[in-house]
């Protein structure tokens, strides 16, 4: 995954131990203070992780995802892939992605969500959220995506 840290001069030594931490993980790092015009290197980013002047990562404030990107998230692609051509509910969903059916809120935030706001995946009944029989579907940019994912 591509990491977008954005820094101040006052964090140095807890940007290099976390970058050193994420790197060990396997991930791709890319640091603010690196780039003179860093709104490229976002686009292509996953997260952006934000450091405050303390050096802590807020956590409301630290990953935000810009939803207006041209590029598609990993989990929004595996979301379009399970989904496919089909109607489904949340749990067939959740089951299919592999989560456990207890991980309610981390499917929400991290698929369902920037799913949603990026306009690939609609609602059965948008008005309703929570209503126990919401079901799931593809809109015409998500099947764009969907058929770009299988190379039809």
């Keep these: 995954m591509k990491i977008f840290i954005r820094e101040d001069k006052g964090n140095k030594k807890y940007v290099s131990e976390i ?41 409301k404030e630290s990953l935000s995802r810009p939803f207006d990107r041209a590029f598609v998230d990993l989990r929004v692609r595996k979301m379009i892939q399970v989904i496919g051509k089909a109607t489904l509910p949340r749990r067939q969903i959740v089951a299919d992605l592999g989560l456990k059916q207890r991980s309610r809120r981390i499917f929400i935030y991290n698929y369902l969500k920037p799913s949603v706001v990026q306009g690939y995946v609609t609602m059965s009944n948008p008005d309703i959220p929570s209503k126990p029989d919401q079901t799931y579907k593809l809109t015409g940019k998500g099947l764009r995506i969907y058929k770009e994912l299988m190379g039809e």
């Design 19 to 59: 970058k050193e931490a994420l790197q060990k993980a396997g991930h791709q790092v890319l640091l603010s203070s690196d780039y003179i015009d860093a709104r490229d290197a976002l686009q292509s980013c996953h997260v952006c992780l934000d450091l405050t002047a303390a050096g802590k990562a807020n956590d």
